[in-house]
Antibody, heavy 120, light 110 residues
Framework: QLQLRDSGPGLVKPSETLSLTCAVS???????????WAWIRQPPGKGLEWIGS???????YYYPSLKGRVTISADTARNQFSLNLNSVTAADTAVYFC???????????WGQGVLVTVSS | QSVLTQPPSVSAAPGQKVTISCSGA????????VSWYQQLPGTAPKLLIY???KRPSGILDRFSGSKSGTSATLDIAGLQTGDEADYHC???????????FGTGTKVTVL
């Protein structure tokens, strides 16, 4: 059974870097497949926002307005992928989810979510 | 960031049917598959519908999806108290080259 477990600090200071990790079990993130590994966030009381994805071959794709601040990388030895978002502001406060998504976009497996608050 | 428009809330009595709309454009819904998610309070979203109208294993046929033009619809029949949740639509947007989601709809069982 595929499982994703996201983790990381719950509090980040403004202008610093938000770093989260998603550990994957039940599938290898570097095996060729029709699936991507994604980060999605949800600001308090708002809808879902796709941040970006990484494919098994290391190719990455990011939401346009976040390009330049976001990096998604993979650690194949540990079978996990990570999110780094720099220069954070209060607007980056959200619950961050990792997920697996198909080529057609649907996300079938999700982590439990990590609430990250940006505050001094 | 929400590119797709959903009604903020819908409600109905137990046993009734609710319909949730998701309105987009030719750059997204008009040319790409739509998926739907149920999000119970304090939990991660759960995939309900993929490729416009397909249900993953384990999802009851009370949940059905459809798409016409630049809009998609999720129907929930035989409404139950356990269906009270937020529902989100999602698809790809070729103008943004990004996955996009709807504004989210809260379903209330009266």
């Amino acid at each position: 059974q595929l499982q994703l477990r996201d983790s990381g600090p719950g509090l980040v200071k403004p202008s610093e870097t938000l770093s989260l990790t998603c550990a994957v079990s039940g599938a290898s993130i570097n095996s060729p497949s029709d699936f991507y590994w994604a980060w999605i966030r949800q600001p308090p009381g708002k809808g879902l926002e796709w941040i970006g994805s990484i494919y098994y071959n290391g190719n990455t794709y990011y939401y346009p307005s976040l390009k330049g601040r976001v990096t998604i990388s993979a650690d194949t030895a540990r079978n996990q992928f990570s999110l780094n978002l720099n220069s954070v502001t209060a607007a980056d406060t959200a619950v961050y989810f990792c997920a697996r998504h198909a080529t057609n976009g649907w996300c079938d497996y999700w982590g439990q979510g990590v609430l990250v608050t940006v505050s001094s | 960031q929400s590119v797709l428009t959903q009604p903020p809330s819908v409600s109905a009595a137990p046993g009734q049917k609710v319909t949730i709309s998701c309105s987009g454009a030719s750059s997204n819904i008009g040319n790409y598959y739509v998926s739907w998610y149920q999000q119970l309070p304090g939990t991660a979203p759960k995939l309900l519908i993929y490729d416009n109208d397909k249900r993953p294993s384990g999802i009851l046929d009370r949940f059905s999806g459809s798409k016409s033009g630049t809009s998609a619809t999720l129907d929930i029949a035989g409404l139950q108290t356990g269906d009270e949740a937020d529902y989100h639509c999602g698809t790809w947007d070729s103008s943004l080259s990004a996955h996009v989601f709807g504004t989210g709809t809260k379903v209330t069982v009266l």
